[in-house]
């Protein structure tokens, strides 16, 4: 009973070319997500977010999609960089300050130079 | 300024022992969460701490258990530890006045 799910364990791109992460929930009440970037050894850091009024946000290389119909939401990197290497984690939440965070499983992105 | 502070960074310890780990919220932030990572998994919500209360627990049994300090300081404790509770324990501060959280880089629980 997954609520948050990512189910590319693994991609893999080539350098400049453009990333697509992919997560996709089950629970209607969620209404703010974010996308979570971890390298091995140090904790999750924020990468980029947004709420369920929205359906794109920016951020430099970084744009988030939402599509609340589908109950889907997908990570674009452009263009990719051998620094964006590290597992990236999609979480959602209910209500804004004050709720737990629920995670996808993560998804290693790879991008060779 | 510090971010969140985790200690300590590894622990070993014996099935059916208990642990203590800690956790340094983030300067300005007064709110703690507490996440289990297991390997190939996503962070797993344990609980949250506002007030020095616990505000929101996840599915989690009862031998996890937790504290919030004056200072907003957090501290973990697993009783009767089992092999499985073998994971990284990630404490995220954040603010009630705004939205987001900061994670600490966790400790590395092994139980043998």
């Known amino acids: 009973d997954q609520q948050v799910k990512q189910n590319s364990p693994s991609l893999s791109v080539q350098e400049g070319r453009i990333s697509i992460l992919n997560c996709d929930y089950t629970?209607?009440?969620?209404?703010?997500f974010l996308w979570y970037k971890k390298y091995p050894a140090e904790g999750p850091t924020f990468l980029i977010s947004i709420s369920s009024i929205k359906d794109k946000n920016e951020d430099g290389r970084f744009t988030v999609f939402l599509n609340k119909s589908a109950k889907h939401l997908s990570l674009h990197i452009v263009p990719s960089q051998p620094g964006d290497s590290a597992v990236y984690f999609c979480?959602?939440?209910?209500?804004?300050?004050?709720?737990?965070?629920?995670f996808g499983k993560g998804t290693t992105l790879s991008v060779s130079s | 300024d510090a971010g969140v502070t985790q200690s300590p960074t590894h622990l070993i310890k014996t099935r059916g022992q208990q642990v203590t780990l800690r956790c340094s919220p983030k300067?300005?932030?007064?709110?703690v969460s507490w996440y289990q990572q297991a390997l190939g998994q996503g962070p797993q919500f344990i609980f949250q701490?506002?007030?020095?209360?616990?505000?929101q627990r996840g599915n989690f049994p009862d031998r996890f258990s937790g504290h919030q300090f004056p200072n907003y300081s957090s501290e973990l404790n697993v009783n009767a530890l089992l092999l499985g509770d073998s994971a990284l324990y990630l404490c995220a501060s954040s603010s009630e006045s705004r939205y987001g959280y900061t994670f600490g880089s966790g400790t590395r629980l092994t139980v043998v």
């Open positions: 701490y506002y007030e020095e209360e616990e505000r």
């Open positions: 979480a959602a939440s209910e209500g804004q300050a004050g709720t737990a965070l629920i």
């Open positions: 629970n209607s009440m969620f209404d703010y």
């Open positions: 300067s300005g932030h007064d709110t």
